[in-house]
């Protein structure tokens, strides 16, 4: 049974039409790369999941429940591109101060290692570096012990060595039988971490398979080839359809 599931959900904002009809489900253990140009809906989709916003039509469930409830909330974390938290606070406030949100949050020490912030968690927030901040997120992110994890576009803006380090946390939640859906630009991010991925176009669906199913897709081995070529197949189609 998915633990997140999208059934025909449209989304309208007067008269533009952000989703089109969606079916999107995570599974159990699974990371899902929901994959877009700007504008195709990613973000939307998102939203509705985090119970930010409700669909037109359609059912959002998240563990079964409306994606607000307050279940659905304890047993999910999320890193989204605006996160902001205060910079005079140390991190390991930071931390405690999440995890009192939650009833059976992760230790402190157990967020700490698993965000790769040993010897920084005394820090102030203003004072790391760009790609410790970024960690200081997914540390909040997963201190409430969650079992799916929003995150979008979570490495944005790092260093290749920063973007690697968060790679490698993602993968650690994972492997502890999280669930994930990621939307991110960076093709080969998709490529390295998702199971499954799913491209969205002008609101709709219209591509999804593990990354060698969509590479597929491409005249090359790669999987830029591969999104350019549903881009430029599926715009044309999916404007028909509208």
Same mark, same amino acid.
């Given at each position: 049974?998915?633990?997140?599931?999208?059934?025909?959900?449209?989304?309208?904002?007067?008269?533009?039409?952000?989703?089109?009809?969606?079916?999107?489900?995570?599974?159990?253990?699974? %990371?899902?790369? =929901?994959?877009? +140009?700007?504008?195709?809906?990613?973000?939307? &989709?998102? !939203?509705? @999941?985090?119970?930010?916003?409700?669909?037109?039509?359609?059912?959002?469930?998240?563990?079964?429940?409306?994606?607000?409830?307050?279940?659905?909330?304890?047993?999910?974390?999320?890193?989204?591109?605006?996160?902001?938290?205060?910079?005079?606070?140390?991190?390991?406030?930071?931390?405690?101060?999440?995890?009192?949100?939650?009833?059976?949050?992760?230790?402190?020490?157990?967020?700490?290692?698993?965000?790769?912030?040993?010897?920084?968690?005394?820090?102030?927030?203003?004072?790391?570096?760009?790609?410790?901040?970024?960690?200081?997120?997914?540390?909040?992110?997963?201190?409430?012990?969650?079992? %799916?994890?929003? =995150?979008?576009? +979570?490495?944005?803006?790092?260093?290749?060595? &920063?973007? !690697?380090? @968060?790679?490698?946390?993602?993968?650690?939640?994972?492997?502890?039988?999280?669930?994930?859906?990621?939307?991110?630009?960076?093709?080969?991010?998709?490529?390295?971490?998702?199971?499954?991925?799913?491209?969205?176009?002008?609101?709709?669906?219209?591509?999804?398979?593990?990354?060698?199913?969509?590479?597929?897709?491409?005249?090359?081995?790669?999987?830029?080839?591969?999104?350019?070529?549903?881009?430029?197949?599926?715009?044309?189609?999916?404007?028909?359809?509208?």
């Amino acid at each position: 049974m998915p633990i997140a599931e999208l059934r025909g959900v449209t989304k309208r904002y007067g008269p533009v039409e952000a989703l089109r009809g969606i079916d999107l489900a995570i599974a159990p253990g699974e %990371l899902v790369a =929901l994959l877009g +140009p700007n504008g195709a809906g990613k973000t939307t &989709a998102v !939203r509705i @999941l985090l119970g930010l916003a409700a669909p037109t039509s359609g059912q959002a469930t998240v563990f079964g429940r409306p994606p607000a409830s307050h279940e659905a909330k304890l047993r999910r974390g999320a890193l989204l591109q605006v996160a902001k938290v205060p910079e005079t606070l140390r991190v390991r406030e930071h931390i405690e101060l999440f995890s009192s949100y939650y009833e059976k949050p992760l230790p402190l020490a157990e967020t700490v290692a698993a965000a790769g912030l040993k010897g920084i968690d005394d820090k102030l927030f203003g004072d790391l570096s760009g790609g410790q901040k970024q960690r200081v997120l997914f540390a909040l992110a997963i201190c409430g012990n969650p079992d %799916l994890l929003f =995150l979008d576009e +979570p490495t944005v803006g790092l260093d290749v060595e &920063a973007r !690697r380090a @968060l790679w490698a946390r993602i993968r650690g939640f994972v492997a502890r039988g999280g669930s994930v859906l990621l939307t991110t630009h960076y093709l080969d991010e998709a490529d390295a971490l998702a199971h499954r991925i799913v491209v969205i176009n002008q609101g709709r669906i219209v591509a999804e398979g593990t990354p060698a199913e969509i590479k597929t897709r491409g005249a090359s081995t790669g999987l830029e080839d591969a999104f350019l070529t549903i881009m430029k197949d599926t715009t044309q189609s999916v404007e028909e359809v509208a």
